[in-house]
């Protein structure tokens, strides 16, 4: 059986920790709850059950098993893709992208320093 939510809190203050706060409570709360949509979405798509094959693609190993029949063939592999993405990635996490767009129309940009925060 889980301990409730108010006994599961008194049995840490109890141990020594820190108390914590509602807001934090709250911003926890958030955070799990995203993660676990985003846990969620991932296994609707099927990227957490096909992960390991996929990685089992990037390293080269597409041939099936060898059995008796077939462990004599050649099971030669390229991946040809891999120093490409490679060089993509180190060259987007090298350097802060930057972001250029234009303004379409004639509209008058407000003046944000006038307003208090």
Not at 35 to 42: H, R, T
Not at 76 to 94: C, D, L, M, R, W
Not at 101 to 109: L, R, S
């Amino acid at each position: 059986m889980s301990p409730k939510k108010g006994e599961e809190l008194e049995e840490i203050e109890s141990e020594g920790a820190p108390i914590v706060s509602d807001e934090d409570r709250k911003t926890v709360s958030k955070i799990k709850k995203r993660f676990e949509e985003g846990m969620d979405y991932k296994a609707s798509q099927g990227y957490l059950s096909q992960w390991a094959e996929y990685n089992m693609f990037w390293e080269g190993d597409q041939w099936p098993t060898p059995t008796k029949k077939n462990k004599d063939y050649p099971r030669p592999v390229a991946n040809h893709f891999a120093s490409i993405i490679e060089q993509k990635v180190a060259g987007v996490t090298y350097e802060e992208p930057e972001f250029y767009f234009d303004p379409v129309g004639n509209h008058v940009i407000p003046n944000f320093s006038v307003y208090k925060m």
